[in-house]
């Protein structure tokens, strides 16, 4: 038996920065995401003699492999299974080239290809905690459209939930690549160095309130109030980073945080933010889009390469003999 799943990767619109327990991914706060139909892994898992991953094609045998194989040896603890080898063959639809993260979207279809392996019937609440013990952001991705991550005090309490799957609202993402970087700053070390800030209590309050305030917005269909804050939480995170003495930002990311500002002048709803890396992503309505792609590859004199994403379902996994 083989088995398959294909997770989307997701934006978190507030953002998930600062854990309380590393090794189970215990967020600080709680935070909010939409999934996107553009970006995706397909992975394929069968139980094999020996550990195998292939990933885009080439055989892996440095550090990823070794995330891959300590976490699925995570999840046969998890689920009290015994020892166990597999080859995983996963694909990524994500333009890592142009410096997008996949681990949301990688962990999440790892999780859920593993449970149907090994013929688990996992609910979808239990697929998102499994996935967070192999990166925080994928509990996200096994929900589709509006998600949220509840922080939770342990690990049977830390799961997302959806919160509109099918959202009539018509938010589009346009991601402003300005080319593939070396992150300086891992995730895990960006959230450890930032949990010294003088301000990381604030950051945690700041969180809780955005999610409700988010929800609300979601709830009354209000792209403007979402869009609003979404940018001041990304703005927060990185003057906590800031605070703690490093950043992800390049003068294109607060390019981009200035075009958001004009365009919105120009009374175009278009908000920006930014994860731990230089990428910028602006959201705007899906009528929009053309006339802020074109206004950003101006403003870049064409230095930039734009991808669009607007929401997208959860996870999918199946067998096949
Ligand atoms: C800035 O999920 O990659 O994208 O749990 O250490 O694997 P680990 O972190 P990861 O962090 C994502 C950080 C972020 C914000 C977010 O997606 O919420």
């Known amino acids: 038996m083989t088995s398959f799943a294909l997770a989307h990767t997701n934006l978190a619109l507030v953002k998930y920065w600062?854990?309380?327990?590393?090794?189970l991914r215990l967020p600080s706060a709680p935070s909010l995401s939409l999934t996107l139909d553009a970006f995706y892994t397909k992975t394929?898992?069968?139980?094999?003699?020996?550990?195998?991953?292939?990933?885009?094609?080439?055989?892996?045998?440095?550090?990823?492999?070794?995330?891959?194989?300590?976490?699925?040896?995570?999840?046969?603890?998890f689920f009290a299974l015994p020892p166990s080898h597999f080859f995983v063959d996963s694909q990524n639809f994500v333009p890592k080239s142009a410096g997008f993260a996949s681990s949301a979207s990688a962990f999440c279809a790892l999780a859920a290809?593993?449970?149907?392996?090994?013929?688990?019937?996992?609910?979808?609440?239990?697929?998102?905690?499994?996935?967070?013990?192999?990166?925080?952001?994928?509990?996200?991705?096994?929900?589709?459209?509006?998600?949220?991550?509840?922080?939770?005090?342990?690990?049977?309490e830390s799961f997302a939930v959806p919160i509109e799957e099918k959202s009539s609202m018509p938010i589009c993402i346009l991601y402003l690549s300005f080319g593939a970087e070396k992150k300086k700053v891992s995730s895990t070390e960006g959230m450890r160095l930032s949990k010294s800030s003088p301000f990381f209590t604030s950051w945690r309050q700041e969180c809780r309130k955005a999610c409700k305030e988010a929800q609300k917005a979601i709830e009354d269909n209000s792209f403007e109030r979402l869009g609003q804050i979404s940018e001041k939480n990304a703005c927060q995170m990185h003057a906590l980073t800031l605070s703690s003495g490093f950043s992800y930002l390049s003068p294109h990311s607060l390019r981009a945080l200035d075009l958001a500002k004009e365009i919105r002048e120009e009374g175009v709803g278009c908000y920006w933010s930014c994860d731990a890396?230089?990428?910028?992503?602006?959201?705007?309505?899906?009528?929009?889009?053309?006339?802020?792609?074109?206004?950003?590859?101006?403003?870049?004199?064409?230095?930039?390469?734009?991808?669009?994403?607007?929401?997208?379902?959860?996870?999918?996994?199946?067998?096949?003999?």
């Open 113 to 156: 290809a593993f449970a149907k392996e090994m013929k688990l019937t996992v609910s979808k609440r239990e697929l998102s905690i499994a996935s967070r013990l192999g990166s925080g952001s994928a509990a996200r991705s096994v929900f589709g459209g509006f998600v949220l991550w509840k922080e939770g005090r342990e690990s049977g």
């Open 277 to 321: 890396g230089s990428n910028a992503a602006l959201l705007c309505r899906k009528e929009d889009l053309n006339f802020i792609q074109k206004r950003a590859e101006k403003a870049f004199s064409g230095a930039v390469s734009c991808f669009c994403a607007s929401a997208g379902p959860g996870v999918e996994a199946w067998s096949e003999d």
């Open 44 to 77: 394929k898992l069968s139980l094999s003699k020996e550990d195998r991953f292939v990933l885009d094609g080439k055989e892996e045998k440095g550090k990823e492999a070794q995330r891959v194989f300590s976490y699925l040896s995570t999840l046969l603890s």
């Open 18 to 23: 600062g854990k309380e327990d590393e090794k």
